[in-house]
């Protein structure tokens, strides 16, 4: 089966801990996403990243960090810089940059919650 | 940045056609129009993408008028499993990833 794996689904952390989540894709990809949605929100860009090696900031990148060094791998890290870190965090990939022709495929969220 | 406007939401009983208008005044000439749907708890799921006059596939039609400021998603004969938020999307993949921003979106609630 083909898709985009995140894990864990739920995932609970003490104010001031660094946490990772991890995102996997087997669609051979190019582009990874990283969105973070707040209840009754939409989704806001933290970070995206069109081939290996090489990633840019969304419009809420600050407090997070990400990596790519596998193409089939781009994990997101909430550093406690991140004020208001508790979301529902969601990966996406697409063939090239998404926008005209190249559609997200999403997966299926972690919920982060930070006390 | 192409902002988009959509209805916060919209109610519809099971079988009827939904239309949920999309409003995307400073569109730009490389940006394509795109929607999704997503379930609670869930990741979008892309529905259907166009750059101009009609597009349709096995669930939805997209209408573009020819000055491509506004959009319209067709949703025919729903049921109570099109209950959920439908998103707007106005970008190209040219430059960055900056206008990949999805608004609140829509809440259809479909009723019997």
């Known amino acids: 089966d083909g898709g985009i794996t995140q894990s864990p689904k739920y995932l609970f952390r003490k104010e001031g801990q660094n946490v990772t989540l991890s995102c996997e894709q087997n669609l051979n990809h190019d582009a990874m996403y990283w969105y973070r949605q707040d209840p009754g929100q939409g989704l806001r860009l933290i970070y995206y990243?069109?081939?290996?090696?090489?990633?840019q900031k969304g419009d809420i990148a600050e407090g997070y960090s990400v990596s790519r060094e596998k193409k089939e791998s781009f994990p997101l890290t909430v550093t406690s810089a991140q004020k208001n870190p508790t979301a529902f965090y969601l990966c996406a990939s697409s063939v090239g940059l998404a926008g005209a022709s190249y559609e997200q495929y999403f997966g299926p969220g972690t919920r982060l919650t930070v006390t | 940045l192409a902002k988009t406007t959509q209805p916060i939401s919209m109610d519809s009983y099971e079988g009827q056609e939904v239309n949920i208008t999309c409003s995307h005044n400073?569109?730009?000439?490389?940006?394509?129009i795109t929607w999704y749907q997503q379930f609670p708890s869930q990741g979008p799921r892309f529905i259907i993408q166009?750059?101009?006059t009609k597009v349709t596939n096995e669930v939805a039609s997209l209408f573009i008028p020819a000055d491509r400021k506004s959009s319209t998603l067709s949703l025919p004969r729903v049921s109570l499993s099109d209950t959920a938020v439908y998103y707007c999307l106005v970008g190209s993949n040219t430059g960055t990833a900056s206008k990949l921003t999805f608004g609140t979106g829509t809440r259809l609630q479909v009723t019997l």
């Open positions: 400073n569109i730009a000439t490389n940006d394509y």
């Open positions: 990243s069109q081939i290996v090696n090489d990633f």
């Open positions: 166009g750059y101009k």
